[in-house]
């Protein structure tokens, strides 16, 4: 199982364990993470699954394609290290990741 560390824009903070394989939008859902909406189910094509990611946990993950980064590019929060956590799948290497979630999306 690979830990990871959902921090919500209130401070609040849950980890779960998840298996390897699934998306982090996925894992969020499964474990009533707050701030995680995914309306779109997983699809890329709301944006509702925001999270933020710092430069240590970007560089283990994929970089976004260009479908998400034009997804990320028409909502409200489009700074450094804004991914859309359906597009993120948990590997061993992502063990530990912490990701903040927008205020945007409370």
């Known amino acids: 199982m690979v830990k990871i560390t959902y921090l919500s ?4 903070e ?3 364990d998840v298996a390897p394989g699934i998306s982090v939008m996925e894992a969020a859902i499964s474990n009533g993470v707050d701030e995680i909406d995914a309306d779109c189910g997983g699809n890329c094509y709301c944006g509702t699954c925001r999270v933020y990611l710092a430069e ?3 560089e283990r993950v994929p ?3 260009d479908f998400e980064t ?3 590019d028409s909502t409200e929060d489009t ?3 804004v991914r859309l956590s359906c597009q993120i799948r948990v590997t061993k290497e ?4 912490v990701v903040h979630t927008p205020p945007t999306q409370r």
Not at 9 to 12: A, D, M, V
């Open 9 to 12: 824009s209130k401070g609040e």
């Open 14 to 16: 849950q980890t779960v």
């Open 56 to 58: 240590t946990w970007r």
């Open 63 to 65: 970089p976004p394609d």
């Open 70 to 72: 034009d997804m990320i």
């Open 79 to 81: 700074g450094a290290g």
């Open 94 to 97: 992502i063990d530990g990741m």
